[in-house]
């Protein structure tokens, strides 16, 4: 066998097992998500009272959108849907403990 092609498989060995073992999980996304709504309150709610009221329900409203969120595991990469109602969802991709914003519909999501 070609020590060439012997290094690329190991490389390629080495880069699947560093992805599938940096592949986040659900818990991951739901902190990924408390975060993103802790910062997307302190930049749109002025009123320090009502900043801190909204990082308290941040991790409640996390734990509701998992529950309408569906993953897709790929092993080494993540798919995350999480559709609040028809009008309203996001899609994001989770890879090497991280998130990315692939797709996102509605007025609740949008970046302002």
Avoid: R, W
């Amino acid at each position: 066998m070609n020590k060439g092609f012997l290094s690329i498989v190991v490389l390629m060995l080495l880069v699947g097992a560093l992805l599938f073992a940096t592949n986040p999980n659900e818990s991951d996304y739901k902190a990924y998500l408390k975060n993103e709504i802790q910062l997307a309150a302190q930049k749109n709610v002025k009123d320090d009272f009502l900043g801190k009221l909204a990082n308290i329900f941040s991790g409640a409203v996390a734990e509701m959108a998992g529950f309408v969120t569906e993953k897709d595991d790929f092993l080494v990469l993540s798919l995350y849907n999480t559709q609040i109602d028809d009008n309203n969802k996001v899609k994001y991709l989770g890879i090497l403990n991280h998130f990315f914003l692939l797709e996102s519909e509605g007025d609740m999501f949008k970046e302002e």
